[in-house]
C-alpha cells in the first residue's frame, strides 16, 4: 500500500450501521481490522482496494461513505464474493451492476458511459494510458423529486409526489447537489468547449471529480482524461478538501502525469477535448513564479494549440499567468448561487433545492431562503455534509421526545460544522453585554452589522458599496478590541479566526501572500466569517518608509490584502477585523474609507469603569453594592478592563483556593487595586531616570494615604500589602483579625 494514502471510499450496503460502527471502533474497537468490519458489514469500494488494507485497524484509515450514482464504477474489496452481498442486500443509490473481474477484482459497471465515477479522476490509473470515451449525459440536471427522474433511489412511503409538492428533494447524493447547485456554470463551460475555446475552471478540488466529465460531457465532445500508466490505484492525491492539503504532488508521481497529459494531448483528435483535473498541482503547486515544473507543463499546454483544454484549478492555489493564459475563457465556480432553476423552469432558493424533504422537516421554522446568508461560502458537496451532520445532531431529539429542533439549531449547527471542520475557525459566544461601556462603539458597529447581517433590504446595486469590508479596531491594550471582534462575529452568527499578525509575516518571502490568500478561501468558504488580525499594524504596516529587509515582505502582503478586500462580494460575508496599538503605522491606502474603519477603543471612562465592574463582578460572583461599584470605578482611573477583571478574578482565586482564603469583599478587592497602582507606578518609575526614583516605602505610603475610600459603612482603601489601618469589612469567619498579617 502507497505510504500516507489513507483515504478510502466506500459504499456500505447499509450506511447507518456502517457509520456508526466505524466511529465507535475509534473507543471500542480499537483494534478492528477493515477486513473484519467488511466481513460484518459489506460495502463497495469506489478504487480497487488494496489487499493490505483489510489488516488496518479503521480507526488508523480515513473512511469515506460515498453515494455515487448509478453509473460510478463500484469494485469489490478483495474476499468478497457476491453471493454475500446478496445476501445482505443492495447498496441505496442504485445497484451497482456489479461483475467480478478475477483479474482486478473490480465491478465496473457497463454502463459507464458518462464517465463521472472518481475512477476517472487524476491518478486513480485503473486503466492505462488514456481512455476515451463519449458523454451521454444530457444538457439539464432535473432536480430530484421536481418531476425529476426519481428511479434507482428509493423513494420513501411520502413517494415523488408528496416531495414535488413540499418542493423539497426526498433525496440527494453529492453529486447530484453538485451538479443542481451548479447547473448554469456547467452549461456555459460546456458550450464554450463545444466552440471550440479551452476553459478554465477555478474551483474546489472537491468539486472537480463531480464537475469534470459532466462538463465535458455536455460540450457533445470526446474527451480524453490522461491517466499514467501502472499508477497505484490508492495512491489519488485525489480530492483534498482544503488547501492546506492540496500540495503538490511528488516528482515521480508528477512526472507520470505530464507524460501522460503530453501523450493526450498529442494524441487527442481535433475536437476531443482533453480534461486536466489538477492542472495546479500539475504546476507544480508553487505561486505565480515560473517554476521549471510550470515550465515543463506550458510545453506541454502549448504543444498543440488546436487541442481543446478543460482544465481546474483550486482557488488557493495561484498559477502562473503564463499558464493560464492557454485558455480562452476563464470561469469560477466557488459560491452557491442563490437560486437555481428546476426541471419545469421554476427558481426555486437554493436551501430547497439542496436540502431533503426529511432536513428541512426536522427543524421547525425552517427557511429556505434565509438559510443562503449561512451557507453562500459553502459548495455543494460541503452544504450537504453540513446538512447530514445537523441532521444526525438532531434527529436523536425527535425520537426521545425532547424539545423540536429549531431553525436556529440548525443554523448554530452548520456554524459548528463549520468550525470543526476547518483548522482553525471558532463559533464565538461573546454577547454585546459582557462588553461593559463603550456605548458609541457598539452604536457605530450595531449600524454596520445591520447592513452585513442582511437586516435592512439595500438596493442591490447599493449592497456592494454599502457593505462594510471591515474594521480596525485601534487603543491600548487589554481594552477589549479582541473582545468586541468576538461579539461582532456572534452576532452575525459567524465563525471566527482570530490569527496574530507575526504568524502571518514570519514566513519566508512569499508564503506571506500565500497565508493570507488561504485565509481568506477558508474564510469563504465559513461565511459568514469574520477574520480577526491581532497586532495587524505588523502586517499592515505603511509599505512606504520601511527601510528595513521585512519591507519588501510587508508591501506583498499589503498588496494581497488590497487583493482579497476587492474581490470582496457581500453575499459571502466576510468580515475582517484589525486591531492594533499602533494605528499610526497602518498603511494609508488600507485606511480609505471604502476598506477598513477605523474605530478607537480607548481607555474607559468612569462609567464605562462602572459598567466593566458590574459585568465582572457578575461573572465572577462577587456581590457588590452600587456605592461600591462607585467606588471602584474611581479608584480605577487609568485602568483598562483586564486589569479591572483580573481585581475580580484574583478576589475570586482567593476566595475558593487562597492559603489562607480570603473573601472577596471591600477591603480585598481594595488591596488589590492598590497593588496593581503601585506595579504600575513602579513599573513608570522604572523608567525613569535613577536620580527621580524614590524608595518603594514611599511609593506605598502615597498610594495608601491618598485613596482610603470608605463606604456604606464598608471599608475600602486601595492599600497595597494587606495591613489596613482602618475599619473593618464584612465579617465573616475567615476573616483575619486586625493586625495580623495576610499580604502576599
Ligand atoms: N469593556 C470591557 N468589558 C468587559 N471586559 C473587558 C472590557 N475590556 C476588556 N475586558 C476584559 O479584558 C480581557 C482582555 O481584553 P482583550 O483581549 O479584548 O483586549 P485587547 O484590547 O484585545 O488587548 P490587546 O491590545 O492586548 O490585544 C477581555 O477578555 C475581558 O475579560
Ligand atoms: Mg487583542
Do not use: W
Request: aromatic share 4%; glycine share 10%; net charge negative.
Amino acid at each position: 500500500m502507497s505510504a500516507g494514502v489513507r483515504m478510502l471510499r466506500l459504499v456500505p450496503l447499509d450506511p447507518t450501521a456502517f457509520h456508526d460502527r466505524y466511529v465507535l471502533a475509534e473507543t471500542d474497537e480499537p483494534e478492528l481490522t477493515l477486513g473484519e468490519l467488511l466481513a460484518d458489514l459489506p460495502a463497495f469500494s469506489l478504487t480497487p482496494l488494496d489487499p493490505a488494507y483489510l489488516d488496518v485497524p479503521v480507526r488508523r484509515l480515513v473512511l469515506e461513505l460515498a453515494e455515487p450514482d448509478p453509473s460510478t464504477p463500484l469494485h469489490l474489496p478483495p474476499g468478497l464474493d457476491l453471493t454475500a452481498l446478496a445476501a445482505a442486500g443492495s447498496p441505496r443509490d442504485g445497484g451497482p451492476a456489479a461483475g467480478t473481474d478475477a483479474a482486478d477484482n473490480s465491478a465496473a459497471n457497463p454502463a459507464a458511459g458518462a464517465g463521472s465515477g472518481p475512477g476517472s479522476g487524476i491518478g486513480s490509473g485503473i486503466g492505462a494510458d488514456v481512455d476515451t470515451h463519449v458523454s451521454s449525459t444530457g444538457r439539464n440536471t432535473p432536480l430530484p423529486g421536481q418531476g425529476g427522474d426519481t428511479a434507482g433511489r428509493d423513494a420513501d412511503a411520502a413517494g415523488p409526489a408528496a416531495a414535488a409538492e413540499s418542493g423539497y428533494p426526498e433525496t440527494l447524493s453529492e453529486r447530484e447537489a453538485v451538479l443542481i447547485a451548479h447547473d448554469t456554470e456547467i452549461n456555459r463551460a460546456a458550450a464554450y468547449l463545444e466552440s471550440g475555446l479551452s476553459v478554465l475552471v477555478r474551483c474546489e478540488k472537491l468539486l472537480v471529480e463531480h464537475l469534470a466529465h459532466e462538463i465535458a460531457g455536455r460540450s457533445g465532445r470526446p474527451q480524453r482524461t490522461p491517466r499514467p500508466a501502472g499508477g497505484a490505484a490508492t495512491a489519488v492525491p485525489g480530492t483534498p478538501s482544503g488547501p492546506g492539503e492540496a500540495t503538490p504532488l511528488g516528482g515521480g508521481r508528477r512526472a507520470e502525469l505530464l507524460a501522460a497529459l503530453q501523450a493526450a494531448v498529442a494524441d487527442a483528435k481535433p475536437g476531443d477535448v482533453v480534461v486536466v483535473p489538477h492542472l495546479d498541482l500539475l504546476a507544480g503547486g508553487s505561486d505565480a513564479a515560473l517554476t521549471s515544473e510550470a515550465r515543463e507543463l506550458a510545453d506541454v499546454l502549448y504543444e498543440r494549440s488546436a487541442c481543446v483544454l478543460l482544465a481546474f484549478t483550486d482557488p488557493s492555489l495561484v498559477i502562473p499567468e503564463v499558464l493560464a493564459n492557454r485558455f480562452a475563457v476563464r470561469l469560477s465556480i466557488e459560491i452557491l448561487p442563490r437560486e437555481v432553476t428546476t426541471g419545469s423552469g421554476a427558481r426555486v432558493p437554493v436551501g430547497r433545492a439542496l436540502v431533503t424533504r426529511e432536513e428541512a422537516g426536522l427543524f421547525d421554522g425552517f427557511d429556505a431562503a434565509d438559510l443562503y446568508k449561512y451557507v453562500a461560502g459553502m459548495n455543494a458537496v460541503r452544504l450537504r455534509n453540513a446538512l447530514r451532520f445537523a441532521y444526525h445532531q438532531h434527529r436523536p431529539a425527535l425520537r426521545e421526545g425532547d424539545r423540536r429542533p429549531t431553525f436556529a439549531d440548525l443554523r448554530h449547527e452548520l456554524r459548528v460544522f463549520k468550525a470543526r471542520t476547518s483548522s482553525s475557525f471558532e463559533v464565538p459566544n461573546v454577547p454585546f453585554s459582557a462588553i461593559g461601556g463603550y456605548a458609541e462603539v457598539k452604536a457605530e458597529l450595531a449600524r454596520a452589522l445591520t447592513i452585513i447581517g442582511g437586516a435592512v433590504d439595500l438596493p442591490a446595486h447599493l449592497r456592494h458599496d454599502l457593505v462594510p469590508r471591515g474594521f480596525i479596531f485601534h487603543g491600548p491594550p487589554g481594552t477589549g478590541k479582541t473582545l468586541f471582534a468576538k461579539a461582532v462575529a456572534a452576532r452575525l452568527a459567524a465563525t471566527i479566526l482570530v490569527v496574530s499578525g507575526p504568524e502571518v509575516t514570519d514566513m519566508y518571502v512569499g508564503e506571506s501572500e500565500r497565508k493570507i490568500r488561504d485565509l481568506f478561501a477558508e474564510a469563504r468558504r465559513n461565511a459568514p466569517a469574520v477574520v480577526v488580525f491581532d497586532e495587524f499594524d505588523s502586517i499592515a504596516a505603511s509599505r512606504t518608509g520601511r527601510g528595513d529587509g521585512g519591507s519588501r515582505a510587508g508591501n506583498a502582503i499589503v498588496a494581497q490584502l488590497l487583493t482579497e478586500l476587492d474581490g470582496f462580494r457581500p453575499e459571502v460575508p466576510v468580515l475582517i477585523i484589525g486591531t492594533t496599538n499602533r494605528i499610526d503605522l497602518i498603511d494609508d491606502a488600507l485606511l480609505r474609507p471604502s476598506r477598513f474603519r477605523p474605530i478607537r477603543i480607548g481607555l474607559p471612562d468612569e462609567d464605562a469603569r462602572r459598567e466593566i465592574v458590574r459585568v465582572h463582578a457578575e461573572h465572577f460572583g462577587i456581590p457588590v453594592g452600587p456605592a461600591l461599584v462607585d467606588a471602584i470605578a474611581r479608584a480605577t482611573e487609568g485602568f483598562n478592563g483586564d486589569e479591572i477583571r483580573s481585581v475580580f478574578r484574583d478576589g475570586r482565586a482567593d476566595e475558593l483556593v487562597g492559603d489562607p482564603r480570603r473573601p472577596a469583599d471591600a477591603r480585598r478587592l481594595g488591596e488589590l487595586i492598590g497593588a496593581l497602582r503601585a506595579a504600575r507606578q513602579q513599573r513608570e518609575l522604572a523608567k525613569s531616570p535613577p536620580s527621580d526614583r524614590r524608595t518603594e516605602d514611599a511609593i506605598r505610603r502615597d498610594i495608601t494615604d491618598t485613596l482610603p475610600i470608605v463606604t456604606d459603612g464598608e471599608e475600602f482603601t486601595t492599600d497595597t500589602d494587606g495591613n489596613s489601618r482602618a475599619g473593618t469589612s464584612r465579617a465573616t469567619g475567615t476573616r483575619p483579625g486586625r493586625g495580623e498579617s495576610t499580604a502576599p
